[in-house]
């Protein structure tokens, strides 16, 4: 029987037939030939994996906003008379920022005043005609004890026109009622026509000057304020923080950042306000810090670099930061065992100097590859050595 080898193994054949052939020395055929060696284990520096109580900071973005902000509009219609203060001015709680003129506000005041008077005097005159009335009343009722004086008819007519001056009395004293709250609404609407600051502040914007006309608007979105007011004694330190971290949040806590005008500086924040809602879009929850300004070195709308401080309640496991390496899709480190690489995809928390926080398929003491790379590949026969310079 013909049996045929496939042209590796023939190639193979040849190729010792050759060396036969052509050594000086007898070779014998029937004497089994060994392959080569097989390749050596890959040398690889390892670290074991480490539980620790790890407390660390995040570098989050910020913004700083004004503590209060409110755009001024005018609340009645008219025309600006006096506008005493620009961008830049320092203002204070109730001082006057402008003034506007409508001549038509002050005639309907006027009028008001002039029908208040007026249900004054119908109460006056009501009040007076109830006392004369009752007065001849009780005369009548006197004098009706002695028989056949007066007669009963007279009596009865004297008690009824009591009786309607009463209700005549109280109707005009409703509509006293009314015309003085007609009036005190002109005046209220009246005194709009002074512009005053709500609360201490610097004006930022001034959009109006003398001459213009004025008014109240229902569309605020298209809406230009007469001026906007913003505290900058007092600001608010926004700061996204990742869900992550949440828990660690501590109100009252101390938090220092820094702007880029003060690049060598640090500020300190105290943690106030908590929404206690992530929000679904980015997956982070505001947090205000009260910021004390009074030096004005910080300028609202400023971004700034926060240090936020971390804490976990229980223990984390760490490697070195080298050791987490990536390909196209995940994080992962290599771990040893049984003296074969084997991948283990992790995802990355906290970091502190050189160490990181991992979360994934390891254990503390698990030997992972002090530096990960995608080259060295699964299933990879190596040999370990321990890093010399483990702490």
């Known amino acids: 029987m013909i049996q045929f080898k496939s042209p590796k193994s023939l190639t193979y054949s040849l190729v010792l037939m050759?060396?036969?052939?052509?050594?000086?020395?007898g070779c014998?055929?029937?004497?089994?030939?060994?392959?080569?060696?097989?390749?050596?284990?890959?040398?690889?520096?390892?670290?074991?994996?480490?539980?620790?109580?790890?407390?660390?900071?995040?570098?989050?973005?910020?913004?700083?906003?004004?503590?209060?902000?409110?755009a001024i509009?005018?609340?009645?219609?008219?025309?600006?008379?006096?506008?005493?203060?620009?961008?830049?001015?320092?203002?204070?709680?109730?001082?006057?920022?402008?003034?506007?003129?409508?001549?038509e506000l002050d005639a309907r005041r006027a009028q008001s005043q002039a029908q208040f008077q007026n249900a004054q005097s119908q109460l006056g005159a009501a009040q007076a005609k109830l006392a004369?009335?009752?007065?001849?009343?009780?005369?009548?009722?006197?004098?009706?004890?002695?028989?056949?004086?007066?007669?009963?008819?007279?009596?009865?007519?004297?008690?009824?026109?009591?009786?309607?001056?009463?209700?005549?009395?109280?109707?005009?004293?409703?509509?006293?009622?009314?015309a003085r709250?007609?009036?005190?609404?002109?005046?209220?609407?009246?005194?709009?026509?002074?512009?005053?600051?709500p609360f201490d502040g610097v004006i930022t914007e001034r959009n109006v000057h003398p001459g213009a006309l004025v008014g109240p608007s229902t569309d605020s979105a298209t809406a230009v304020p007469m001026l906007r007011l913003e505290t900058i004694d007092h600001l608010r330190l926004v700061v996204p923080v990742p869900q992550a971290y949440v828990s660690s949040i501590v109100k009252g806590q101390n938090v220092e950042f820094m702007v880029p005008a003060f690049p060598n500086r640090k500020f300190t924040g105290t943690i106030a306000r908590i929404s206690d809602a992530v929000a679904q879009e980015t997956r982070t929850m505001p947090v205000e810090l009260d910021v004390d300004?009074?030096?004005?070195?910080?300028?609202?709308?400023?971004?700034?670099?926060?240090q936020w401080p971390v804490h976990r309640s229980g223990k984390s496991l760490?490697?070195?930061?080298?050791?987490?390496?990536?390909?196209?899709?995940?994080?992962?480190?290599?771990?040893?065992k049984n003296n074969k690489?084997?991948?283990?995809?992790?995802?990355?928390?906290?970091?502190?100097?050189?160490?990181?926080?991992?979360?994934?398929?390891?254990?503390?003491?698990?030997?992972?590859?002090?530096?990960?790379?995608?080259?060295?590949?699964?299933?990879?026969?190596v040999a370990a050595l321990h890093d010399s310079g483990q702490k």
Do not use: M
């Not at 005018?74 to 920022?97: E, M, N």
């Not at 006197?142 to 005549?168: H, M, Q, S, W, Y």
């Not at 490697?319 to 040893?336: N, W, Y």
């Open 73 to 103: 509009y005018p609340k009645a219609t008219g025309f600006v008379q006096r506008i005493g203060v620009d961008r830049g001015s320092r203002v204070h709680k109730g001082q006057v920022l402008a003034r506007l003129t409508a001549p």
């Open 318 to 336: 760490v490697v070195l930061k080298t050791a987490i390496a990536s390909d196209l899709e995940h994080s992962f480190v290599i771990r040893v």
């Open 18 to 25: 050759a060396g036969c052939a052509g050594a000086s020395v």
């Open 132 to 178: 004369s009335d009752e007065a001849t009343s009780n005369h009548l009722q006197e004098a009706a004890k002695t028989p056949g004086v007066v007669a009963g008819n007279d009596l009865i007519v004297a008690e009824k026109t009591v009786e309607a001056d009463r209700a005549n009395v109280k109707a005009s004293e409703e509509h006293v009622n009314a």
């Open 341 to 381: 690489a084997e991948w283990v995809y992790v995802q990355a928390g906290l970091t502190k100097d050189d160490l990181v926080e991992v979360f994934g398929d390891l254990h503390a003491g698990d030997l992972v590859v002090v530096r990960g790379t995608d080259e060295l590949r699964p299933d990879t026969r």
């Open 293 to 306: 300004n009074r030096n004005h070195l910080l300028t609202p709308g400023t971004y700034a670099q926060v």
């Open 181 to 197: 709250q007609a009036l005190g609404s002109e005046t209220a609407i009246q005194q709009y026509l002074r512009v005053t600051a």
């Open 28 to 70: 014998n055929k029937n004497e089994p030939v060994h392959a080569a060696d097989p390749e050596k284990p890959q040398q690889v520096t390892v670290r074991p994996v480490v539980e620790r109580q790890l407390q660390a900071s995040l570098t989050l973005p910020a913004e700083l906003v004004p503590f209060e902000v409110v």
